[in-house]
């Protein structure tokens, strides 16, 4: 494995916890539906009641999706979370969920640790088993942290093909701004401008805030000149450094 690699890859397995804690705590309302696919009536053994009960004591605003929403969550959906309970596939005695959290265009924000329970009873090894699973999230330090507003967008002036400068010599001209670089504030809107070695991302100005590096791995990044990288999970872009101490992940949003 060569080196790069082996960066980008330590620094997504301590990432992702923080990443996934990050996602949740920008969300207010969870939603959970009457009746999940694998039981063949509504809150079936109370076990939609139950799910709805365990996210109100962390500290959600937990909802079903046949009653009346708040004004905020009625006119934006996408202030919530949905929830939805999986069976997986267990032995002859063994019971199996997962919870999963999507948001509103159906991205899958979290699951947890599937939940498992050795009751003979349905009812019984069916809430135990939500009641472990629901225990992954037990252990986050959830608090609500609402997502700033995106600020306005500007038009980019993007240059013809025969006024493009040399990618090198821009880089070389660039090279100790982007040393120093910023990161903008998270609700700031990026734009990813294809080059030679990936990207240089720009902001509406147009300004170059960072220069992406093309690895090995699918959606991830190296930034330039930074123990930093940008990568995508769940649908979002994410920005990770790491200078001696893994700092806790940025969500950006990066339009490439």
Known sequence: MNNKLAVVL????????????????????IIVPLKYDFLSEKDQYRLNTLTRYLFKQKGFVALFDEEEFPEELSKDQCKALFANVEKGKGGLFTTKLD????????????????????????????????????SSIEFMDYKYQPVETKVEEKELVTK??????????????LESSTKDVVMQPE??????????????????????????????????????????IVYKKDGFWFYSENNGELKEPKTLYIKF
């Open 10 to 29: 330590l620094f997504l397995c301590l990432g992702f916890s923080a990443t996934a804690q990050k996602n949740i705590n920008n969300y207010k309302y």
């Open 99 to 134: 919870i999963t959290l999507k948001d509103c265009f159906g991205k899958e924000v979290y699951r947890t640790e599937t939940g498992t329970s050795r009751e003979k009873d349905f009812k019984n090894a069916y809430v135990e088993a939500l009641k472990n699973s629901f």
């Open 160 to 173: 013809k093909p025969d006024e493009e400068d040399d990618e090198e010599t821009k880089l070389a001209e």
């Open 187 to 228: 609700a700031t809107t990026l734009y990813a401008q294809e080059k030679s070695y990936g990207y240089q991302v720009v902001d509406a100005t147009p300004k170059v805030v960072m220069h992406l590096l093309s690895t090995s791995a699918q959606n991830v990044f190296i930034v330039k000149d930074k123990n930093a």
